[in-house]
């Protein structure tokens, strides 16, 4: 029977000054020779936790405990490549005066993140672009496409161009319409997206998205076409700004670190690792911890090791060598899931593991073929 120390000395990646050990020990994650680890679901039920540390609508924080790397990994993969979400991408320029190229503006557009009815997304069709092998591919229809317009142009506010021509360089006060935002592109809802997204309109994330900048008599018309597509297709339809996890650190101070070093130890860490704390008549008074006869001296402590950026900065002084011992716990996973929008971040996360799910029901499908 393996003992618990050893057990969470597994768990443990080393952090020294120059090396990092105990990264990978074994020939498959989690086997140890001579010792039964063959998978089990009420084991992985005890052991596996989640934890939440923060939850807004586009931005979320959360630990996945007792996993291994690669079902980690798993999920930033999908979370960045495979949720779908709209995007422009077929656009007419029916007519542009402004001072950027149609190319450019219609870049410009492509890259807006959108957002709508969710169960709308999931009953969209995805567009077939036509191939040399499949030259018809899709047709455009209420099922696959998104339709969006840009119509807007620039004038003079009545008595605009006699302020102007006093001097006045305000061009809220001079012209109307003069910057184009995210907000004026109205969406045309068609056959059944009239249903579909009548709650939740398609939409731009942020209305305040600066698109360009016109003058008098400038004007842009434009037709866009918004499909439903996933980041692998391109980065426009990632449902992330970022999508990343880092192991929890850790922190163990071996010998009692007192006075102006434990001041100097906690400037060594960001804001909040390492708190001061004075030491107690107890820990005076009990032989062999260190701290005899320093009754009310600071001393530094663990606060919260999750803050640290595991920058190895203690580790660059001598009077620390000894004292102290960094590592990450190599299956406490601590994710940062940024939505663009379409998605509420915690949202994210259980849909990409519902595409996981999917992805093994496959493989399980596809095995069973090849056994009959």
Known sequence: MVSQTELDRRKIVGINAETVTNVTSTDYPGQWPGEDHSWDLDFFKKTFNVQFHSNDEFDASFSLIGLDASVANAFRRI???????????????????????????????????????????????????????????????????????????????????????????????????????????????????????????????????????????????????????????HAKFSPVATASYRLLPTIDILKPILGLQAQKFARCFPKGVIELQPVTREEAQRKGSGYEGHEGEMKAVVKDPMRDTVSRECLRHDEFKGKVKLGRVRDHFIFRVESTGQWESDELFLESVKLLKIKAQRMKRGLAALMR
Not at 146 to 166: D, F, K, S
Not at 184 to 207: H, K, L, M, W
Request: charged share 25%.
């Open 79 to 233: 979370l960045i490549a495979e949720v779908p979400t709209v995007a422009i991408e077929d656009i007419f320029v029916i007519h542009n005066t402004s001072i950027i190229q149609d190319e450019v503006l219609c870049h410009r557009m492509g890259l807006i993140p959108f957002r709508g009815s969710r169960d709308g997304l999931r009953w969209m069709h995805w567009f077939r672009k036509g191939t040399d092998e499949d030259p018809e591919g899709s047709t455009h229809n209420d099922y696959n496409v998104c339709i969006l317009n840009l119509q807007i142009e620039c004038t003079w506010q009545p008595g605009g161009q006699n302020r102007a021509v006093n001097g006045e360089t305000d061009p809220n006060k001079l012209y109307n319409n003069h910057n184009v935002y995210a907000r004026d592109i109205v969406y045309e809802p068609t056959g059944q997206q009239i249903s579909r997204f009548a709650d939740d309109p398609v939409r731009a994330v942020n209305p305040d998205i600066l698109v360009a900048k016109l003058r008098p008599e400038q004007k842009i018309n434009m037709r866009m076409y918004a499909m439903k597509g996933i980041g692998a297709d």
